[in-house]
């Protein structure tokens, strides 16, 4: 099965480095989130066993965290590894990417700090309050499920 490391690899190798464009270890973990939400809401499947736990800037995967904590705040290099995926999950980490990519790290912490599955782990600790809450990943597929029902009837409305 897919690791999370093999998602994050993808993200990094997709950017546009010569446009500029970097990743920091912050905003890999919420691009990474986003990607594992979608999949788990669009397609009713994980792409990685891994959890993601509620720390206090959002959602997190402890074995990415461990892997790029010694790159702080600077931006990751461009991976040794780049997996490949099946077409429907390629389209959507490239939807990902372009819908959540032009966000700072700041912007997206916010967001999934924002979003009832880091909030219903995190219960009612205060934000600055160490957790290592798994955030569930059925929780996780129903919000974001109802959120794309919900964006889709919007633009039904619109049209």
């Not at 464009?21 to 999949?39: E, G, P, R």
């Not at 390629?90 to 700041?106: D, Q």
């Amino acid at each position: 099965m897919t690791k999370a490391i093999d998602i994050s690899n993808w993200f990094l190798a997709s950017i546009d480095r010569e446009a500029g464009d970097s990743i920091t270890h912050l905003k890999l973990q919420k691009l990474v989130y986003y990607a594992q939400a979608w999949v788990l809401a669009q397609l009713d499947q994980s792409l990685f066993e891994e959890d993601f736990e509620a720390w206090t800037h959002g959602p997190i995967v402890p074995s990415l965290f461990h892997q790029f904590k010694e790159n702080g705040w600077e931006a990751l290099p461009y991976p040794d590894f780049v997996p490949t995926f099946e077409s429907d999950i390629e389209t959507l980490l490239e939807e990902v990417l372009e819908v959540y990519g032009n966000l700072s790290a700041r912007q997206l912490e916010n967001l999934t700090q924002n979003e009832y599955p880091w909030k219903k782990a995190r219960g009612n600790l205060p934000d600055e309050v160490r957790a290592t809450t798994v955030i569930s990943k059925e929780v996780m597929k129903m919000y974001y499920k109802n959120l794309f029902e919900t964006l889709n009837e919007e633009q039904k409305e619109v049209a």
